[in-house]
């Protein structure tokens, strides 16, 4: 299995409108429920692509810690030689999502695939997991008068330039969100440097 490659939009939401999106309250046991809790426990754990949340193990999970850890499967396939690992603390608000979502027998963490998928098995079934999620999250951003388009997508830019812009070390973003070098994450958030550059140039008046 490969992931796609993707477009690399680079969109993040602001930080008000994540506040919005985080206190959401989805009623039980729905299709809106499922997508907002994968959407926020993505944007909180490191902005993890949800290829990844599908692909973990139960292994990867330290109860006691209350950790995560894992290495990208884009890093596995494009990055042989530079296996860098992504620790993600667990916050309440996730232990929550994964108690409600996480599977209840085989390896795989959550529910979404199962043992024995074949590669194109678990291209279409996490394919279908993000165009649900996509539906309802933009359902709630409407719900929400949020204005910008939200997507998975969105949560992992939003999760790296909310950090940027609370003056986080781009060494940290990049550790975080396991790039292999400065020069992929400095090349990621590119184009909000450009916003950093004009709130510093405000100090000048």
Not at 87 to 111: H, N
Not at 162 to 176: C, D, N, Q, T, V
């Amino acid at each position: 299995y490969q992931i796609p490659a993707s477009n690399n939009t680079k969109k993040a939401l602001s930080k008000s409108d994540i506040q919005k999106i985080l206190s959401f309250k989805a009623d039980s046991n729905t299709m809106e429920k499922r997508s907002h809790d994968l959407w926020v426990f993505s944007y909180l754990g490191n902005g993890m692509n949800f290829a990844d949340i599908c692909l973990l193990r139960k292994v990867d999970f330290d109860k006691k810690e209350k950790s995560l850890t894992f290495v990208r499967e884009k890093t596995k396939r494009t990055n042989k030689r530079n296996q860098k690992s992504i620790k993600v603390y667990l916050d309440s608000q996730q232990l929550d999502i994964l108690e409600r979502w996480k599977a209840k027998s085989g390896s795989y963490l959550f529910e979404f695939l199962q043992i024995g998928m074949d590669a194109t098995k678990i291209k279409s079934t996490i394919t279908q997991l993000i165009h649900v999620t996509n539906k309802h999250i933009r359902n709630i951003g409407k719900k929400l008068e949020i204005q910008d388009d939200i997507t998975t997508y969105t949560a992992r830019h939003s999760f790296a330039t909310i950090l940027l812009r609370s003056e986080a070390p781009i060494a940290f973003i990049s550790k975080s969100l396991g790039h292999a070098s400065l020069q992929t994450t400095e090349s990621y958030l590119g184009s909000f440097e450009e916003e950093k550059v004009k709130e510093y140039l405000k100090a000048l008046r």
